[in-house]
């Protein structure tokens, strides 16, 4: 049995996904971006200028979450890898008050079985209905925060979670359920851009 096949991703390619991507992204009017780490990182910090307000000059604040699907963590079983989202880090001690009022974009590199997006979704909403509990109740609704999901790559395939169809949810491209290599994970960054311009020219 041979190599499975890849989807190589250049750091140009990404940049250019998300570049592609952010005007439908700025409608949204996100005042807060939440990254997933570690695929997350390099995605909201780009996308981040892209959504810079030109008049202000204004960046929008990142804040990072810790979750881990697939990766093997001290302490984590075999059962658990890829059944078992686990967090690593988490927004502070009250994260309620961190995004309260917020409109926060939850931001990954690829959407692969969406547990890992359902995890951080509902785990990041329960933290907001918590402290809204310390809010009036003719308040709340005011200082709801306004969720949204933006992923670099959605991969074409019957999804593990669910996000609610009112969720806002942007993906920068579909792709066929194939294994994604991404720059921010090659030790060798020239062989990785080398193989992913031989796929390019195969498919052309």
């Known amino acids: 049995m041979g190599e499975p096949a890849h989807i190589r991703a250049t750091y140009n390619d990404v940049h250019n996904i998300i570049k592609a991507s952010s005007a439908k992204i700025a409608e949204f009017k996100p005042n807060m971006l939440i990254a997933i780490g570690g695929g997350g990182f390099f995605p909201a910090r780009v996308l981040r200028t892209f959504l810079k307000d030109p008049s202000t000059k204004t960046n929008i604040p990142i804040q990072a979450i810790g979750l881990s699907l697939y990766e093997s963590l ?7 890898l890829g059944s078992e989202v686990i967090r690593t880090q988490w927004l502070g001690p009250e994260p309620g008050k961190t995004l309260l009022g917020r409109r926060a974009l939850i931001v990954d590199e690829v959407d692969d079985s969406r547990k890992t997006l359902q995890y951080a979704l509902s785990e ?20 709801r925060t306004q969720f949204a999901i933006f992923v670099v790559h959605n991969k074409l395939k019957p ?29 060798d960054i020239e062989e990785h851009d080398r193989l992913a311009a031989e796929d390019k020219a195969k498919a052309n």
């Not at 933290?127 to 009036?136: M, N, R």
């Open 159 to 187: 999804k593990l979670g669910e996000i609610p169809h009112e969720i806002p949810y942007f993906a920068g491209a579909d792709v066929e359920d194939l294994w994604l290599d991404y720059p921010w994970e090659a030790i």
């Open 74 to 80: 001290p302490g984590t079983t075999a059962e658990q």
């Open 124 to 143: 990041l909403q329960k933290d907001v209905e918590l402290e809204l509990q310390a809010v009036k109740e003719s308040e709340r609704d005011a200082l």
